[in-house]
C-alpha cells in the first residue's frame, strides 16, 4: 500500500512553476481590507528600517521567537526543531536583518524592499519605480511584469491599508525558496528542514510549495502511504508572523506591525484555494490507488494524464481568475468578483481567529470544495480550445469569456478570501 500511494502522489505533486493562490494577492486584499474600518480608517504609519525595529526590540525578539520555537515543538505536525544556531542571540554582535531572517527560517536573500503596490488608479507623486529585480529573488520574472512597485523612504508616512494589503502579497517574492536540502544555496543545508517533500526541485517556485500548501483532511490511509504528505507548514508561517505583527503593534512599531500580518494573511489566502489545501482535487482515494497500481504494472499513461491534468488546472484557474479580475479593473464598471471580494456577509459566521483557524476552518472549507471546483474547471475547459494555462484575456484580441459553473465557484471561494483575510485582520488588531 505505501509503495502504490507514493509511487503515484510523488509524481502527481510535480507542480508547476506558478504557485500563486489566486495571482497577485494585493488587489483582492485592497478590496477585501476597505471594508474593515479598523484598517482603512487607520491613521498613516511611518515606514521603518527593518534594522531600526530590530534593535530597539531585540530582547523581546529573542523572547518571542524563543517562545514560538517551543511552541511550534509541541503542537505542529511532522514540525523540524530549529537548529541551536539558527537562534537569535542577545548580544547582537551579528548582522541583525541575516540573524533574526535566519532565525525565522526565510530565505536570507529575500529583498524586503521598502515599496508597496499601489492600487488599480492609485498614485503616489514623487516616488520612484522599482523594477521586479529590485523586490523579487527569481531569476525568471516575467510573471510580475505588469505588477506595479513604487520605492519608500524611511520616515515618510504611508496609509495603513496601503502597507497591509502589499505585503500580503511579499510571501511569493522568495521568503519560502530554497529552504530545503536538496536546494541550492546556503540555508538549506542549515535550516534542518530535510530534503524537499514534493514538487519538483528543478523549478524555481517548487521549493516553496511546502510552506504554501497544506494537506490537513485526507483520508488516513493516503498519510499511511505517503506521510510526506504531512510535511507542509503553511499554519506555522502564519504563527509565526501574527505573533510578530501582534508584538510590532504592542511595542509602538505600527509599520512593521501591518507588514508582518500581511505575511501572515497571506498564508490564510493561499490556503483558500482547493489545489493549495487538497493535492489532487476531484481524485477518490481508490482511483488514486487503481492510477498508481495501473503504473507500477508497467500502464503508465493515466499517471501521466493526471501530472498534466493537476498542472494545468492549477495554473488555467490562477489565470482565468486574475484575467477576469483585470478585465473588471479595465473596465472600471462593477462585477460580482469585486464585490465577492468586498462581501461581509459571513465574516461572522467563522469562529475567532486562533492558530488553528488556518487549519480547522480555511483549509478544511477548501477541501470541502475541491471536487465541485475541479468539475467546473472541467467544464470550463471542455468549452475552452486554448489549453489551460496559455488564455489570457490581457493578452489575447478576443475578450475574455466567461464560464458560468467556474465564475460561480471562484465567486464562493473569493468570498472566503476576503472574509477570511478580515479576520484574521480583526484579531491583530484588537487590543
Given at each position: 500500500?505505501?509503495?502504490?500511494?507514493?509511487?503515484?502522489?510523488?509524481?502527481?505533486?510535480?507542480?508547476?512553476?506558478?504557485?500563486?493562490?489566486?495571482?497577485?494577492?494585493?488587489?483582492?486584499?485592497?478590496?477585501?481590507?476597505?471594508?474593515?474600518?479598523?484598517?482603512?480608517?487607520?491613521?498613516?504609519?511611518?515606514?521603518?528600517?527593518?534594522?531600526?525595529?530590530?534593535?530597539?526590540?531585540?530582547?523581546?525578539?529573542?523572547?518571542?521567537?524563543?517562545?514560538?520555537?517551543?511552541?511550534?515543538?509541541?503542537?505542529?505536525?511532522?514540525?523540524?526543531?530549529?537548529?541551536?544556531?539558527?537562534?537569535?542571540?542577545?548580544?547582537?554582535?551579528?548582522?541583525?536583518?541575516?540573524?533574526?531572517?535566519?532565525?525565522?527560517?526565510?530565505?536570507?536573500?529575500i529583498k524586503l524592499a521598502t515599496a508597496v503596490q499601489p492600487p488599480p488608479g492609485g498614485e503616489l507623486p514623487n516616488h520612484a519605480a522599482l523594477q521586479p529585480a529590485d523586490v523579487l529573488v527569481f531569476r525568471n520574472l516575467s510573471g510580475w511584469n505588469q505588477w506595479r512597485f513604487v520605492q519608500l523612504q524611511a520616515g515618510e508616512k504611508i496609509p495603513a491599508l496601503d502597507v497591509l494589503a502589499s505585503a500580503a502579497d511579499e510571501?511569493?517574492?522568495?521568503?519560502?525558496?530554497?529552504?530545503?536540502?536538496?536546494?541550492?544555496?546556503?540555508?538549506?543545508?542549515?535550516?534542518?528542514?530535510?530534503?524537499?517533500?514534493?514538487?519538483?526541485?528543478?523549478?524555481?517556485?517548487?521549493?516553496?510549495?511546502?510552506?504554501?500548501?497544506?494537506?490537513?483532511?485526507?483520508?488516513?490511509?493516503?498519510?499511511?502511504?505517503?506521510?510526506?504528505?504531512?510535511?507542509?507548514?503553511?499554519?506555522?508561517?502564519?504563527?509565526?508572523?501574527?505573533?510578530?505583527?501582534?508584538?510590532?503593534?504592542?511595542?509602538?512599531?505600527?509599520?512593521?506591525?501591518?507588514?508582518?500580518?500581511?505575511?501572515?494573511?497571506?498564508?490564510?489566502?493561499?490556503?483558500?484555494?482547493?489545489?493549495?489545501?487538497?493535492?489532487?482535487?476531484?481524485?477518490?482515494?481508490?482511483?488514486?490507488?487503481?492510477?498508481?497500481?495501473?503504473?507500477?504494472?508497467?500502464?503508465?499513461?493515466?499517471?501521466?494524464?493526471?501530472?498534466?491534468?493537476?498542472?494545468?488546472?492549477?495554473?488555467?484557474?490562477?489565470?482565468?481568475?486574475?484575467?477576469?479580475?483585470?478585465?473588471?479593473?479595465?473596465?472600471?464598471?462593477?462585477?460580482?468578483?469585486?464585490?465577492?471580494?468586498?462581501?461581509?456577509?459571513?465574516?461572522?459566521?467563522?469562529?475567532?481567529?486562533?492558530?488553528?483557524?488556518?487549519?480547522?476552518?480555511?483549509?478544511?472549507?477548501?477541501?470541502?470544495?475541491?471536487?465541485?471546483?475541479?468539475?467546473?474547471?472541467?467544464?470550463?475547459?471542455e468549452n475552452e480550445k486554448a489549453p489551460a494555462g496559455d488564455f489570457s484575456a490581457g493578452n489575447s484580441p478576443e475578450p475574455f469569456r466567461h464560464d458560468e459553473a467556474l465564475d460561480e465557484q471562484i465567486l464562493q471561494l473569493i468570498r472566503h478570501f476576503g472574509a477570511h483575510s478580515r479576520n484574521i485582520a480583526k484579531a491583530a488588531l484588537q487590543p
Amino acid at each position: 500500500m505505501k509503495r502504490l500511494s507514493t509511487c503515484l502522489l510523488a509524481g502527481l505533486l510535480v507542480l508547476p512553476q506558478s504557485l500563486w493562490a489566486w495571482s497577485n494577492h494585493t488587489l483582492g486584499s485592497y478590496i477585501a481590507l476597505q471594508q474593515l474600518p479598523a484598517v482603512a480608517q487607520a491613521p498613516e504609519v511611518e515606514v521603518e528600517p527593518l534594522e531600526s525595529f530590530i534593535t530597539q526590540q531585540r530582547a523581546g525578539l529573542v523572547k518571542l521567537l524563543d517562545e514560538q520555537e517551543a511552541y511550534a515543538r509541541e503542537h505542529f505536525r511532522q514540525y523540524p526543531p530549529r537548529p541551536d544556531d539558527l537562534r537569535l542571540s542577545e548580544d547582537g554582535r551579528e548582522d541583525p536583518r541575516k540573524a533574526f531572517l535566519m532565525a525565522l527560517r526565510l530565505n536570507p536573500e529575500i529583498k524586503l524592499a521598502t515599496a508597496v503596490q499601489p492600487p488599480p488608479g492609485g498614485e503616489l507623486p514623487n516616488h520612484a519605480a522599482l523594477q521586479p529585480a529590485d523586490v523579487l529573488v527569481f531569476r525568471n520574472l516575467s510573471g510580475w511584469n505588469q505588477w506595479r512597485f513604487v520605492q519608500l523612504q524611511a520616515g515618510e508616512k504611508i496609509p495603513a491599508l496601503d502597507v497591509l494589503a502589499s505585503a500580503a502579497d511579499e510571501p511569493d517574492f522568495g521568503h519560502d525558496i530554497n529552504l530545503f536540502s536538496d536546494n541550492p544555496g546556503e540555508a538549506g543545508q542549515r535550516y534542518g528542514f530535510g530534503t524537499q517533500p514534493f514538487g519538483d526541485p528543478r523549478y524555481e517556485f517548487s521549493s516553496q510549495a511546502p510552506f504554501h500548501m497544506g494537506f490537513y483532511h485526507e483520508d488516513a490511509i493516503i498519510f499511511t502511504g505517503a506521510p510526506y504528505l504531512e510535511r507542509n507548514w503553511p499554519e506555522w508561517r502564519a504563527y509565526q508572523f501574527y505573533g510578530l505583527a501582534r508584538f510590532a503593534f504592542e511595542k509602538g512599531h505600527p509599520y512593521w506591525g501591518y507588514r508582518f500580518l500581511g505575511w501572515a494573511m497571506h498564508y490564510i489566502q493561499d490556503m483558500t484555494q482547493p489545489y493549495h489545501s487538497t493535492p489532487l482535487p476531484g481524485e477518490t482515494t481508490a482511483s488514486m490507488l487503481w492510477t498508481a497500481g495501473k503504473s507500477m504494472a508497467g500502464f503508465d499513461a493515466d499517471k501521466q494524464a493526471a501530472i498534466q491534468r493537476v498542472a494545468d488546472r492549477h495554473t488555467g484557474v490562477e489565470r482565468y481568475q486574475v484575467d477576469w479580475l483585470r478585465e473588471t479593473l479595465r473596465l472600471g464598471g462593477q462585477s460580482p468578483l469585486l464585490a465577492a471580494y468586498a462581501d461581509v456577509s459571513t465574516d461572522g459566521t467563522y469562529p475567532p481567529y486562533s492558530t488553528e483557524y488556518l487549519r480547522e476552518v480555511v483549509a478544511s472549507e477548501s477541501h470541502a470544495h475541491a471536487a465541485a471546483f475541479e468539475a467546473a474547471i472541467g467544464h470550463w475547459l471542455e468549452n475552452e480550445k486554448a489549453p489551460a494555462g496559455d488564455f489570457s484575456a490581457g493578452n489575447s484580441p478576443e475578450p475574455f469569456r466567461h464560464d458560468e459553473a467556474l465564475d460561480e465557484q471562484i465567486l464562493q471561494l473569493i468570498r472566503h478570501f476576503g472574509a477570511h483575510s478580515r479576520n484574521i485582520a480583526k484579531a491583530a488588531l484588537q487590543p
